[in-house]
Structure formats: C-alpha cells, structure tokens
C-alpha cells in the first residue's frame, strides 16, 4: 500500500467537494478546480474525509495511487489557502514589473519581455528584484514560474538570471592566471 495513497485528506469547513465517476470537482472560498482521475483510483468521501482507493493491485495501479492522492489533497488546499512561488532576478539593471495581468521584465535583452497571466494566476513585484506567483492550481503556478525562469536561466559564473528564492546557485571559478 502506498504511503502517501492510503493517508485521508480532511475536507476543511466550506470546501465541497463532488465527485462524479473520475470527474472531481472542489469549490471553495478562493475558487473551483476540477480534475479527471486515472480509472484504476476511486476517490471516496465520508463525513468530510477523501479517502483514494486503487482498484488492483498492479504497478501501474500503485504508481497512480499515491500521484492521485497528492493532486487531490493540492485542489484542496489550493481553494482554501491558494500557492505562491518567489523568485529572484539578479543581474545588473535587471528589473521587473507587474502592471495589471502582465509582468515585464528588462533582464538583458534590447526589448523588455512581456509575460501575460494565464487565468487564475496573478503577479507581484514587491521589490524590483522579486517576483511572486500566486493562484489556486498548484500546477499552474508552477508551469508559470518556469517558463519565467526559462526568458533568462542562471548564468554559472556571475549568478546573473531570473532563479526561484529557494533555489541554490553554484558559481564555477573563473579562468586562471597563465603565470
């Protein structure tokens, strides 16, 4: 039995949550998710708790057991606290800015870059130098992320680039002097 797959999740106060078949859908204060799950998982509700069952025992079932509860327990959080992701832009001149559902960034390049929001997610820039992601698809959040990430990757020898907060950065050494 999976470890993760066999852990209840406990549906908080305000969140419904319907299932249909494999069709999943939960409705909460910070919005609605819906989600089709893999047929070899049945996901039950019982007096505010989701359990997620597999219906055999291959690999395949086992696999998806522990994913199909982990994308469960996300549509849950993401309608009642939402996600966000921080991240950093370093670089000389480097800047970005959220204006409305667009983010610009001016990292390098002879014309800034403009990013649209898909819908769901919004951008903050509380300094020049920070970007936040916020929404309520955990999944979307993070595709939005690396695609910013991805205009301007982390350069190796200065740290110069658009990274996540969290993320570390392991500067090579520069050429040697021929002496």
């Known amino acids: 039995m999976s470890r993760i797959g066999r852990l209840p999740i406990t549906v908080p106060h305000g969140v419904e949550v ?16 819906e989600r089709n799950i893999h ?19 291959t690999k395949e079932e086992r696999s998806l057991h522990g994913l199909t509860r982990a994308l469960v327990h996300s549509m849950v959080v993401g309608v ?3 996600f966000s992701k921080s991240m950093i832009i370093n670089g ?32 903050e820039c509380p300094s020049l130098t920070e970007i936040v992601v916020k ?28 990274r996540y907060k969290t993320e570390v950065v392991v500067l090579k050494e520069g050429k040697k002097n021929a002496k």
């Open 18 to 33: 319907k299932i249909d078949g494999h069709h999943i859908t939960v409705k909460g204060a910070k919005g609605q998710l």
């Open 80 to 82: 009642t606290e939402g």
């Open 135 to 162: 929404g309520i698809d955990k999944e979307l959040v993070g595709q939005t992320c690396a695609n910013i990430r991805a205009t301007r990757p982390v350069e190796p020898y200065h740290a110069y680039g658009v």
């Open 39 to 57: 047929p070899s998982n049945n996901v039950e509700q019982d007096n505010g708790v989701l359990h997620v069952k597999r219906n055999g025992d």
């Open 92 to 123: 000389v001149g480097y800047k970005a800015q959220a204006t409305g559902n667009k983010l610009v960034l001016n990292i390098g390049y002879s014309h800034p870059v403009e990013m649209i929001a898909p819908e769901g997610i919004t951008f």
